[in-house]
């Protein structure tokens, strides 16, 4: 037995809070659900009245002489029964599609909803793949279970009813002897779902784990390439996979044992009943229970059918229940905090306060710490230091993808805690170290945050970051869809970015690393292009390239969190302080590489 097939796999957190989450998506629809499940009931009373009819029909082809009129007035009665009947079940399974369709809609709408409500630090600690698994394969799992468990249920519930109902109408003794399989094939029922819940459980999970695996592997499959990762990926991909074999192969193989099972049990039952019937006509003398006999065999027949059914439901259920409770747990985690007022700015200057301002991804680990800075209107403020200094923490800060612990951070003299958060990011443009393009027409990607800017505008922003003419050489020009093999290299990639902020035109500017991707020939293109765009607004710079940021108004110098210098680049260097020896390191390190 492998290692993993010891493990100990915990059961549903709460099995019936799972089952009320999936019934409550009923609600908004019980008037349709009602109307399925009386089209099923009534199509399956139907059902079990036939061989009731036919019950009849042959005592009447056993009578001496035969009465051809009454046998022909049985079989028009159970054609149209048998026609009703599949018209009920037609319109229950159309009615109910639908139905789980729109549920199945709705929770992936409320899943996308929920992405937007949750703070960024939710996917500091879940990976994407997971998510897109909750979305597609839960919910699908959901969506069957309505269409096809429930109606299931229904109707199964009706035949262990109404059979015996009808069963006691032709025979007690009969009927008392086939009711011993219900106690024996519920048991067996309830010990194989025991057994069989913890494995269903983690299976979803071990589902959400590969698919979160494959997720982050294809997205960097380039990496894994260059640093020759495939044989760990596999590897991983393996480990997990064989996780999922042996909890599927074990919820699947005791989930299939019910059917097997529940026929044997029925076709004891089936074996006794003839014996028995045979003996109540022999001992009676009665050639016309004869009938009662093979009616009865039919009904332990179809008894048998519902009884298989629960054990595929049950199944089913568990199934479901694990793929809910995953969907309730994503929809019921912490929203980020609601903004408590809207406050705007009736003419933006561009003036930022940092007032003592401690902040920590973690709350027992404060990575700032009590940091204080003032930016003028108008200004180029530079953010360097070290990798893990805080300086990227700064700007998420500033646009409220996360929120601060303690302190103030103020625009224009108004608290950006005070202002809506889309309001509040509206206020600064921003490029990012990691080029974003989705895929779509280079006109509607740089067109993304301002959708309203005119094809004039656009183009005059693309040759202020002069990438105009690189766009006019591609074919489609503007109307180009960029896709994720399209021949546009990191840098070109970039340059659209940029674009995209002039385009957007915002009040303030954030920079984070934006020449970094582009080489030194198109960083000087680009660094004209900044100087026109950030002139009159106040802007955020971090750079790692000291060199591009000389022309800064102030220069803050960051160490663990904390502000160590701040000045301009001559006055900073005067000092012979930290950032001197920042930039003496990369002075260094260019003399070498010219070396």
């Known amino acids: 037995m492998p290692p993993f097939a010891r493990m100990s796999y915990a059961k549903s957190k709460d099995f019936k809070k799972a089952m009320r989450f999936l019934f409550k998506g009923l609600k908004a629809y019980r008037v349709a ?3 399925s499940l009386f089209l099923a009931a009534a199509g399956t009373v139907i059902s079990i009245m036939g061989p009731y009819i036919l019950n009849y029909m042959m005592e009447e082809v056993l009578r001496i002489p035969m009465n051809f009129d009454q046998i022909t007035k049985y079989g028009i009665m159970l054609a149209a029964m048998y026609a009703f009947a599949f018209g009920f079940n037609y ?7 639908k139905v789980a369709a729109k549920i199945s809609q709705r929770y992936r709408s409320d899943i996308t909803k929920k992405i937007n409500q949750l703070p960024l630090s939710y996917f500091d600690h879940n990976t994407y793949g997971d998510l897109l698994s909750r979305m597609t394969n ?11 468990s429930l109606p299931n249920l229904i109707t199964s519930a009706t035949m262990i009813i109404g059979i015996p109902i009808m069963m006691f109408t032709i025979s007690w003794e009969l009927t008392l002897f086939s009711l011993i399989e219900i106690p024996l094939a519920l048991g067996l029922i309830s010990i194989i779902v025991k057994f069989s819940q913890k494995y269903f459980i983690k299976q979803q999970d071990f589902l959400g784990q590969i698919n979160g695996h494959i997720e982050e592997i294809y997205s960097a499959h380039n990496v894994v390439k260059a640093f020759n990762g495939e044989e760990k990926a596999i590897n991983e991909f393996d480990q997990i996979n064989r996780k999922l074999k042996y909890t599927a192969r074990k919820s699947q193989f005791l989930s299939a044992l019910m059917m097997p099972s529940i026929n044997f049990i029925g076709n004891l039952v089936y074996a006794g009943i003839c014996i028995f019937g045979a003996w109540l006509a022999i001992k009676d003398n009665d050639l016309l229970f004869v009938t009662s006999i093979i009616t009865f065999t039919t009904y332990i027949k179809l008894f048998n059918q519902p009884i298989s059914q629960l054990g595929t439901i049950f199944s089913s259920l568990q199934s479901s229940a694990a793929a809910s409770e995953r969907v309730m747990e994503f929809l019921s985690e912490p929203n980020q905090p609601n903004d408590v007022d809207n406050k705007t700015i009736s003419k933006i200057k561009g003036k930022v ?7 920590g991804y973690d709350k027992d680990k404060t990575i700032i710490h009590n940091f204080s800075f003032t930016a003028l209107p108008g200004q180029k403020i530079a953010i360097v230091g070290p990798t893990g200094a805080g300086k990227t923490t700064l700007v998420n800060l500033l646009m409220r993808f996360y929120e601060i612990d303690s302190g103030e951070i ?3 003299g108004v608290n950006i805690h005070d202002m809506t958060r889309s309001y509040a990011r509206n206020l600064f443009g921003m490029v990012l170290q990691d080029t974003w393009l989705f895929e779509g027409t280079i006109r509607d990607n740089l067109k993304f945050g301002n959708p309203n800017a005119t094809d004039k505008e656009m183009i005059e922003a693309c040759k202020m970051a002069n990438v105009h003419h690189f766009i006019t050489t591609l074919p489609g020009n503007y109307d180009m869809v960029l896709k994720e093999d399209s021949l546009v290299s990191q840098g070109q990639k970039q340059l659209l970015t940029i674009a995209r902020a002039m385009i957007q035109n915002s009040p303030m500017l954030i920079l984070d690393e934006a020449t970094s991707s582009v080489d030194t020939r198109t960083e000087v293109l680009i660094q004209s292009a ?9 802007s955020f710079v971090i750079a790692h390239r000291l060199s591009t940021i000389r022309n800064a108004d102030q220069i803050i110098v ?15 260097l005067a000092k012979g302080g930290f950032y001197a020896s920042l930039y003496a390191s990369q002075f260094d ?3 070498q590489a010219k070396e």
Do not use: C, P, W, Y
């Open 353 to 359: 306060e940092f007032k003592n301002v401690s902040f």
């Open 138 to 148: 839960d919910v699908d799992l959901i969506g069957q279970t309505l269409n096809n």
């Open 33 to 35: 659900v009602a109307i």
């Open 589 to 591: 390190e260019n003399q």
């Open 91 to 97: 319109l229950q399974n159309f009615i109910m599609a």
């Open 530 to 538: 900044m100087d026109r765009l950030t002139k009159g607004r106040t």
């Open 558 to 572: 960051m160490a663990n969190g904390e502000v160590v210098e701040h000045g301009k680049h001559d006055e900073l």
């Open 410 to 412: 103020l625009v224009d």
